[in-house]
């Protein structure tokens, strides 16, 4: 199973990026998607996340800026994420918990650096 990450780079404070995470690999379906971060020094934080169904979860320090959505057919979830403040810059990772047969596992994504400048 692979995750492949896309979208990250530099951001001037208040502009927009959308990341994106497509999924490959021997998978019988996906469950939750989502989006971790980390900043220099603190710990991977949860920022969304999104269940088979639709239903998402976003942080409160992102709510109403950041927008996850997936698209089943692609395999693919997204980060729209608007109004950025330097305080998101991180290296975001994209998550993943698929069934493969009666089992299923947790992948990562290599991660992608936002850095957003005032």
């Known amino acids: 199973v692979q995750l492949m990450e896309s979208g990250g780079g530099p951001v001037q404070a208040g502009g927009s990026l959308r990341l994106s995470c497509a999924v490959s690999g021997s998978i019988s379906s996906i469950n939750t998607m989502g989006w971790y971060r980390q900043a220099p020094g603190a710990q991977r934080e949860l920022v969304a996340t999104?269940?088979?169904?639709?239903?998402?979860n976003t942080i409160d320090s992102v709510k109403g800026r950041f927008i996850i959505s997936r698209d089943n057919t692609e395999n693919t979830a997204y980060l729209q994420m608007n109004t950025l403040k330097p305080e998101d810059t991180a290296v975001y990772y994209c998550y993943v918990n698929v069934n493969i047969g009666i089992f299923h596992y947790d992948y990562w994504g290599q991660g992608t650096q936002v850095t957003v400048s005032s």
């Open positions: 999104i269940s088979s169904g639709g239903n998402t």
